[in-house]
């Protein structure tokens, strides 16, 4: 039998981020069906529907026609458990997509090889960037009109500031296209030939051996970019990849199957099994023998016969049993955790054990906020606290019935410790909430009238861009309110911190040019953990 050790060394937890159709949800099917999780391509999407179909307050993806959840698929392929992170994805994204990079070990970003890096993936790029963990390219549809894949390859560099290193390299393009060339195997594979791959020789494409089977001309334009790529392209380098610094890039087409396997395989030899975290009291090792994990999501009412909550947790450390008991860092409570699933996709099993790099899922009345963690060990323990991620929305929130103001109260505290959205108010104590997409807007005016009764009325406010104000020795809060300019506002966010809320860049750059003494911090750069314990 496999050791824990060994056990953990099989794991392999990503996510997939992509902007909306460049092909996640295909790719994701098709790695389900290799790794043999399902047996149909279409069974994802279908899944997605027949969910929405049995809650009720996910009615608004269904009307909306996307997902706003996210779920966890899990497979295992040649020896290794794998899970895949799904992430929502549509350009309404909220808080939640960002925030399951923050569990995982590695991203797969799927980019479409003729519009090349898009808007929602610098974001999401951003968050595995400050992570350093790996990121692995797949550029998709490559049985379609691509751009030339030179200039995809520097698109990562200019969009993302991403080195990149090509695994794979297409051959032809659109309809020329006749195959992929492995180069660190020195395989071709064959697009019209499924199944056919061509061992080169020594000499690789500049052997014979491609001669006859692929055109001239796509022979003749793939050993000149080889040539280019083996001159001036960035070497394979294995540790600058690990490190987050290099993106391993691969060529294919989820949607007919193809180069799928190829990258499969390389992401799993190269993809780091569960690594070590960090808490603001050194480093937890996924062998350590206590139990500890954080929770990264929380989803209010899957089942809508029980008004519960499922807390996503990560294991960081130890074995979960179902029935033991932790603490819960934060509050110093005993909780049990009897309750716990399985998070693939629809099946829901329990899960009687567990160890690091599994996700589980926790059932939860309301104990639980994002970022908690829990340990059996003695000491407290807190693991870095999950960054707070820049909202670029703002709304002013009020009930419509100031009667039911406390219902109102609640659900704005518990939708806020959820993380469902971010909650500042104002010096009057106008409710204000910042959020990443509008859909969380959305998601919340809904969810307050459905599960707290409370009708509001939401205001949009001119802003766009939020900036935490660093510690200062000589300046005082009212001396910052004084030095407001035009379009711009103090908030204060759920820790009581002043936040300066600006309408946008330009706004925000004829503050700074006028207070240079006023150091701004990103959502990002706000250091929670001196508040985590409180
Ligand atoms: P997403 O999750 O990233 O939003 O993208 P998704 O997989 O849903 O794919 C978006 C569209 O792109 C889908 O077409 C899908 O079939 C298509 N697609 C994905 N991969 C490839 C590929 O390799 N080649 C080509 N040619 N198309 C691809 P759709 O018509 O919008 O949806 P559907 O009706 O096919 O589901």
């Known amino acids: ?34 790794g043999g999780a399902i047996r149909e391509a279409g069974t994802v999407k279908a899944r997605r529907n027949a969910k929405f179909a049995k809650s009720d307050w996910m009615e608004i993806e269904k009307q909306r026609g996307i997902s706003v959840t996210s779920s966890v698929m899990q497979f295992e392929y040649e020896g290794k458990m794998v899970s895949i992170m799904d992430t929502p994805g549509h350009n309404d994204f909220g808080e939640d997509t960002y925030r399951i990079l923050t569990s995982v070990d590695s991203a797969v970003m799927v980019i479409d090889a003729a519009k090349g890096v898009e808007a929602q993936t610098v974001k999401l790029f951003k968050v595995c960037s400050m992570r350093k963990i790996p990121v692995f390219t797949f550029i998709n549809k490559l049985d379609r009109q691509s751009k030339d894949p030179l200039e995809c390859m520097s698109d990562l560099e200019d969009a993302l500031g991403l080195p990149s290193t090509a695994v794979t390299w297409p051959i032809g393009n659109g309809l020329t296209f006749e195959g992929i060339y492995d180069r660190l195997e020195n395989k071709v594979y064959l697009y019209r030939k499924k199944d056919t791959v061509i061992e080169l020789g020594a000499n690789g494409v500049f052997g014979d051996t491609l001669e006859g089977v692929i055109s001239q001309a796509n ?62 009291t050194g480093e937890v090792n996924p062998t350590d023998e206590f139990f500890s994990g954080f929770i990264f999501k929380i989803q209010a009412n899957m089942n809508p016969a029980h008004r519960d909550r ?4 990560r294991i960081c450390s130890g074995t979960f049993e179902r029935g033991m008991s932790v603490t819960l860092s934060r509050t110093g409570k005993s909780m049990k955790l009897s309750q716990s699933t399985q998070l693939m996709a629809n099946e829901r099993e329990t899960v009687e054990t567990a160890i690091a790099g599994d996700i589980i899922g926790i059932y939860d009345s309301g104990n639980y906020q994002i970022g908690d963690t829990l340990t059996d060990r003695k000491e ?8 707070t991620f820049p909202p670029e929305l703002f709304c002013r929130v009020r009930p419509v019935n100031s009667l039911k103001a406390k219902q109102f109260q609640k659900g704005v505290q518990q939708l806020a410790q959820e993380g469902a959205i971010q909650v500042y108010h104002n010096e009057f104590n106008d409710v204000i ?13 809904y969810r307050l009238h459905n599960e707290y009764n409370s009708e509001i009325r939401m205001e949009p406010l001119d802003f766009s861009v939020a900036k935490w104000i660093a510690p200062m020795q000589d300046l005082k809060e009212e001396d910052i309110k004084e030095m407001l300019v035009a379009r711009s ?7 009581e911190r002043p936040v300066l809320l600006f309408a946008n860049q330009y706004t925000l750059n004829n503050f700074m040019q006028k207070h240079p003494e006023v150091k701004l911090l990103d959502a990002t750069e706000v250091d929670d953990s001196a508040y985590q314990e409180n």
């Not at 007919?256 to 396997?261: E, I, L, R, S, Y």
């Not at 499922?310 to 947790?313: C, P, R, V």
Request: proline share 6%; with cysteine; glycine share 8%.
């Open 1 to 34: 039998m496999a050791t824990r050790s060994e056990e953990i060394q099989k794991r392999r937890i990503f996510g997939i981020i992509s902007h909306p159709d460049a092909g996640k949800t295909t790719l994701t099917e098709k790695l389900l069906l290799h």
């Open 219 to 280: 022979l003749d334009i793939l050993r000149e970019e080889m040539e280019l790529l083996d001159g001036a392209g960035n070497p394979f380098d294995l540790d600058a990849i690990k490190a987050g610094k290099l993106s391993p890039v691969f060529f294919g087409s989820a949607l007919a199957d193809f180069g799928v396997t190829c990258f499969l395989e390389h992401f799993l030899q190269w993809a780091p099994a569960p690594g070590p975290r960090k808490t603001t």
């Open 433 to 445: 909430l910042g959020a990443v997409g509008q859909l969380q807007f959305e998601v919340f005016e």
């Open 489 to 495: 506002a103090m908030a204060y966010d759920h820790y």
């Open 380 to 387: 407290k323990l807190f693991f870095e606290p999950l960054p």
């Open 310 to 313: 499922l807390a996503f947790f």
